[in-house]
């Protein structure tokens, strides 16, 4: 199965930036998407990137990939108190099935 | 946008009774449904996926005679977590797809979880 790592923990102050790195073994991954969960919630979608793209800008949120390394970051411009939260990488296992492989999750905390 | 409701939000239960936790799409239907755990600061591990009609699909290693699935209408999936033990205790968080929907592009949607405590 598909193996998925990230760093546990993340500070930043507010207004810098972010970036959350994530590490998966499946080179087959088609798609990889970065979800957010706050305290005590689900998860809420933030971007994503397909498989033939290296980067991917949605306001605020830059998703770097590399495919070669299978390596994929989420970077937050201007880090806000309300950014807050988990972020899971999930890329979409390869060779069927088209299930979510979870990584470990990172921790982001921004102070003050 | 879309939502999905999960309830109870949180409940605890003694050891050895079961509990039902269900998850609802609002505004729209959804073919398959997921059923997710997490344990505390670890990552969501997919139990099972549920397809509306039909039974649900488990992953290697989880008891489908523990975690009964039911799917029984287009915004309506249950988990019912049977003969509930305190190594049960976690976070259950279902997800939807919504019909029509098959591409990975697309998204999923989630409810905002279980958290379950048996004693």
């Known amino acids: 199965g598909e193996d998925v790592e990230q760093s546990l923990f993340l500070s930043v102050r507010e207004g810098d930036s972010s970036v959350i790195n994530c590490t998966y073994t499946d080179s087959s991954s088609t798609y990889l998407y970065w979800y957010k969960q706050e305290p005590g919630a689900g998860l809420q979608l933030l971007t994503y990137?397909?498989?033939?793209?290296d980067m991917k800008q949605d306001q605020r949120l830059t998703v770097l990939l590399n495919k070669k390394d299978k390596h994929l970051s989420l970077r937050i411009a201007d880090t806000q108190t309300g950014d807050s939260a988990i972020y899971f990488c999930a890329p979409v296992r390869g060779g069927g099935g088209n299930k979510l492989t979870f990584g470990t999750g990172t921790q982001l905390k921004v102070e003050l | 946008g879309a939502v999905v409701s999960q309830h109870p939000s949180w409940v605890i239960c003694k050891s050895g009774t079961s509990v039902k936790i269900e998850c609802r799409s609002l505004d729209f239907q959804a073919t398959t449904m997921f059923w997710y755990r997490q344990f505390p600061k670890q990552s969501l591990m997919l139990m099972a996926t549920?397809?509306?009609?039909?039974?649900?699909?488990?992953e290697q290693g989880v008891e489908k005679d523990k975690f009964l699935i039911n799917h029984a209408s287009l915004t309506l999936s249950t988990l019912t977590v049977t003969s509930a033990h305190p190594e049960d205790s976690s976070f259950y968080i279902c997800?939807?797809?919504?019909?029509?929907?098959?591409?990975?592009?697309?998204?999923?949607?989630f409810g905002s979880g279980t958290q379950l405590s048996v004693l």
């Open positions: 549920s397809n509306e009609g039909s039974k649900a699909t488990y």
């Open positions: 990137i397909f498989s033939n793209m």
């Open positions: 997800s939807a797809r919504p019909r029509g929907k098959t591409g990975w592009h697309e998204k999923l949607f």
